[in-house]
């Protein structure tokens, strides 16, 4: 078997922008700690890996002010995925400064989404990428839409994308809570579309600037795609040291989102 055989033993592993970035900023504010620490973290790990990140405050703000996710404005969709790939630089600068092999893959060069979702993305790169032993490191983008002109496309968006695409992997999605939390602020340890029901009250968007959704987004996007595989996926704090590591090193924690 050579290494493109062996193709589900993917990790893709998303870190939210509340993590790495000062979300409640209104112009981009990375949390450079936050982000070396991560980095440490993700440097231990050895199998094939894809990293996607939020855009946080260097992209929530800026597609609010110029409402990108109702009108099409040439101008400001520049302006925020400039932004996003600012975050995108210091995240891969620091994965490389703790050793990792990461390279950065803008969505806006490889993607076209058809009304906010994605169509069609490029992926040859990626499989050679992986074959070859970089860190395909992709994040929240605003992309070209058959419909609208561009759409913002989320972080959440990419991840269970890119699992199908891919055939399969682990997914974790490290963000600034313990996971999906129910009215007490326990973390509920499995969520099904049998049970989403009921438990849906308790999810809402983001305490800060989201433009994609918050954590109801989240879980969405999961539930959709356990429907259609078998993929069950985490969300965990990544804001706790050593979660990353945990997730990793195959600790199923946080919440699981499964058929
Ligand atoms: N039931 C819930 N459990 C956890 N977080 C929730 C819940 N409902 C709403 N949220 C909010 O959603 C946020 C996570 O979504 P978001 O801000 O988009 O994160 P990220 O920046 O990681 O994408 C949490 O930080 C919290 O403010
Ligand atoms: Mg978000």
Same mark, same amino acid.
């Given at each position: 078997?050579?290494?493109?055989?062996?193709?589900?033993?993917?990790?893709?592993?998303?870190?939210?922008?509340?993590?790495?970035?000062?979300?409640?900023?209104?112009?981009?504010?990375?949390?450079?700690?936050?982000?070396?620490?991560?980095?440490?973290?993700?440097?231990?790990?050895?199998?094939?890996?894809?990293?996607?990140?939020?855009?946080?405050?260097?992209?929530?703000?800026?597609?609010?002010?110029?409402?990108?996710?109702?009108?099409?404005?040439?101008?400001?969709?520049?302006?925020?995925?400039?932004?996003?790939?600012?975050?995108? *630089? !210091?995240?891969?600068? =620091?994965? #490389?400064?703790?050793?990792? /092999?990461?390279? +950065?893959?803008?969505?806006?060069?490889? $993607?076209?989404?058809?009304?906010?979702?994605?169509?069609?993305?490029?992926?040859?790169?990626?499989?050679?990428?992986?074959?070859?032993?970089?860190?395909?490191?992709?994040?929240?983008?605003?992309?070209?839409?058959?419909?609208?002109?561009?759409?913002?496309?989320?972080?959440?968006?990419?991840?269970?994308?890119?699992?199908?695409?891919?055939?399969?992997? *682990? !997914?974790?999605?490290? =963000?600034? #809570?313990?996971?999906?939390? /129910?009215?007490? +602020?326990?973390?509920?340890?499995?969520? $099904?579309?049998?049970?989403?029901?009921?438990?849906?009250?308790?999810?809402?968007?983001?305490?800060?600037?989201?433009?994609?959704?918050?954590?109801?987004?989240?879980?969405?996007?999961?539930?959709?795609?356990?429907?259609?595989?078998?993929?069950?996926?985490?969300?965990?704090?990544?804001?706790?040291?050593?979660?990353?590591?945990?997730?990793?090193?195959?600790?199923?924690?946080?919440?699981?989102?499964?058929?």
């Amino acid at each position: 078997m050579n290494a493109s055989d062996d193709i589900t033993n993917i990790t893709i592993l998303k870190i939210g922008g509340s993590i790495i970035t000062d979300k409640d900023a209104n112009d981009g504010a990375a949390n450079y700690d936050e982000i070396e620490r991560i980095a440490g973290e993700i440097s231990k790990h050895k199998d094939r890996l894809i990293i996607v990140h939020g855009a946080g405050s260097f992209g929530h703000p800026q597609a609010k002010k110029y409402a990108l996710t109702e009108k099409f404005d040439a101008k400001g969709a520049l302006i925020t995925h400039e932004s996003v790939k600012t975050l995108n *630089r !210091i995240v891969v600068e =620091s994965l #490389k400064n703790a050793g990792v /092999d990461a390279v +950065g893959v803008h969505p806006m060069g490889s $993607t076209v989404s058809e009304n906010d979702r994605i169509s069609q993305m490029f992926l040859d790169n990626i499989h050679l990428m992986l074959d070859n032993g970089f860190v395909p490191v992709l994040h929240g983008d605003v992309v070209m839409d058959i419909k609208l002109g561009t759409s913002v496309l989320s972080g959440d968006q990419i991840v269970p994308y890119l699992a199908v695409q891919l055939g399969g992997a *682990r !997914i974790g999605i490290g =963000s600034a #809570k313990d996971g999906v939390l /129910d009215d007490k +602020g326990d973390t509920i340890p499995t969520i $099904t579309s049998s049970n989403f029901k009921d438990i849906k009250k308790y999810i809402g968007g983001s305490e800060s600037t989201d433009v994609t959704g918050g954590m109801l987004g989240k879980v969405g996007e999961l539930l959709k795609l356990c429907e259609t595989s078998s993929i069950t996926s985490y969300i965990f704090n990544a804001g706790k040291s050593g979660n990353v590591s945990r997730f990793l090193g195959g600790e199923d924690i946080g919440t699981a989102i499964t058929k």
